[in-house]
């Protein structure tokens, strides 16, 4: 299994703390916020990890970070020129990818919960990790049927769908990077991770489960203070980086 870390993107929600620095790295408690996706990915026993950066950051990052030498693992680095849908991250971790399964999470959400055993036994098809939160209309939102089976997943429900957002932590198999390079760009102009998880869906090979810990996507103001205090009470003795 291999690692993706997203981290593009130019933080506008978060100017102007955002204007000189990337929001990933923004302090979390004692640690750029960073090494809270990386700490998921290495604790799971992932030892090849492509970050995915902007252009104008990439030299912070591989300041910060260096090979992976030090966390035990190797990194590679690709740049997002454009931010243009979160599963654009699998065309340009193509090469990187390499016929693997792989693992992706987003560099600004923050999670509580072990994923050892999730990647460990993962087979094929997808995976997915949903919570409830009380803001669904932020994310990607997945409606079960009455047996809590997945029914479909809709971006940003106008109207409302469920209380399950799907939350920035995605597993794949080889397949990932053809279905991405056929997805069709949304109205925003993006490929949007809904649409890949739906194709999997649609397949019968996407299992959605339960985030059963603190779940944060530090993309705001209220979730980035949010976060602090977490981090503080929950996560500082967890972290293995």
Same mark, same amino acid.
Do not use: C, H, Q, W
């Given at each position: 299994m291999r690692g993706i870390i997203l981290s593009g993107g130019s933080g506008t929600r978060l100017r102007p703390l955002t204007k000189i620095t990337s929001k990933q790295l923004l302090p979390i408690y004692h640690r750029p916020m960073i090494y809270y996706p990386l700490n998921t990915l290495v604790?799971?026993?992932?030892?090849?990890?492509? @970050?995915?950066?902007?252009?104008?950051?990439?030299? #912070?990052?591989?300041?910060?970070?260096?090979s992976g030498k030090d966390f035990g693992v190797k990194f590679t680095y690709e740049i997002q020129d454009k931010p243009e849908g979160l599963a654009q991250a699998f065309i340009i971790g193509s090469n990187f990818i390499d016929n693997e399964d792989v693992?992706? @999470?987003?560099?600004?959400?923050?999670?509580?919960?072990?994923?050892?055993?999730?990647?460990?036994n993962f087979r094929g098809g997808a995976k997915i990790f949903a919570k409830e939160v009380p803001d669904p209309e932020r994310f990607g939102v997945v409606k079960f049927d009455e047996q809590k089976r997945a029914e479909k997943i809709v971006e940003k429900p106008k109207e409302y769908l469920s209380n399950y957002a799907?939350?920035?932590?995605?597993?794949? #198999?080889?397949?990932?990077?053809?279905?991405a390079k056929n997805l069709k760009p949304s109205d925003r102009g993006e490929l949007e991770i809904t649409d890949l998880n739906n194709w999997y869906l649609n397949h019968g090979e996407l299992e959605v489960a339960m985030v059963q810990g603190e779940w944060l996507d530090a993309g705001t103001f209220d979730s980035l203070l949010r976060a602090q205090q977490i981090a503080k009470e929950k996560l500082a003795d967890k972290m293995v980086i």
């Open positions: 604790k799971a026993g992932i030892k090849e990890i492509l @970050i995915i950066v902007s252009p104008e950051r990439a030299g #912070d990052y591989l300041n910060l970070l260096g693992a992706m @999470i987003l560099g600004d959400n923050i999670f509580e919960d072990d994923f050892s055993e999730e990647i460990k799907v939350t920035g932590m995605y597993i794949y #198999d080889k397949r990932v990077v053809e279905v």
